[in-house]
Each structure stands twice: as C-alpha cells, then as structure tokens.
C-alpha cells in the first residue's frame, strides 16, 4: 500500500525552528512528483501552506509561512524537507504532505494529490 510518512515534529517554544520531512511507503518521491505541505490546526480545517513542483522549480509558500519556511527535495533519497523558523503559537497543527503527478507546477488546494501523509504533530509554546 503506498502512502506517505511525515516526520520531524515535536514540541518547540516559539522563535524556535524544525525541519518536516516526507517519504514515500511503497513510492519513492523523486521527479516523478509535486510534492505539498498542508497543514490542520486544533479545531480548525486544512490549509495548504506550500508546495514544490518535479523539477523543484517552483517552489510556493503560502502567508502563514511566508519568509519563515524553506522547502526543499532530494530525489536521490525521495524525501522533501520544509524546514519552518521563528515558530509561533499559532503555527500549532498536524502537519502532512501529499504527492501528485502533475506535469507542471504545483497548488496548495489539494487539487489532483494521490498520495497522502497522517501528518506529524507540531505544537509550538508561547
């Protein structure tokens, strides 16, 4: 069965950073894949907060993240990494990243993503 893990999260006081990753069970996530970063906080429904296409290209981040995230690939070893800085309380959600085949670019709808992640927990204290 394929799917995705995500990993990294934790606990972390505010201003602190971690580093997410993702990798394919049963894929491998190399150009064949757009791979995005969702994520849904307590409570709240799920925002898309960024997105690289298969070349790694195109990379886009979303307001929430903006100037405080970077995301990167690396199809040798089929992992995408998003690393997010100067973490806030509000930053508090399940993180979880997708995959898609699409030709070109990528979107943090959720449109056309086959291949989903349970999400990693990410809580930031004030």
């Known amino acids: 069965q394929v799917q995705l893990v995500e990993s990294g999260g934790g606990l972390v006081q505010a201003g602190g950073t971690l580093t997410l990753s993702c990798v394919g069970s049963?894929?491998?996530?190399?150009?064949?894949?757009?791979v995005a970063w969702f994520r849904q906080p307590p409570g709240k429904g799920r925002e898309g907060i960024s997105c690289i296409d298969r070349p790694g290209l195109t990379k886009i981040y979303r307001i929430p993240i903006e100037g405080r995230a970077t995301l990167s690939r690396d199809d040798v070893k089929g992992t995408i990494q998003l690393q997010l800085r100067n973490l806030k309380p509000e930053d508090t959600a399940v993180y979880f990243c997708a995959a898609s085949r699409a030709q070109w670019g990528c979107n943090t709808d959720g449109v056309g993503y086959i291949y989903w992640g349970r999400g990693t927990q990410v809580t930031v204290s004030s």
């Open positions: 049963g894929v491998t996530l190399d150009k064949n894949y757009a």
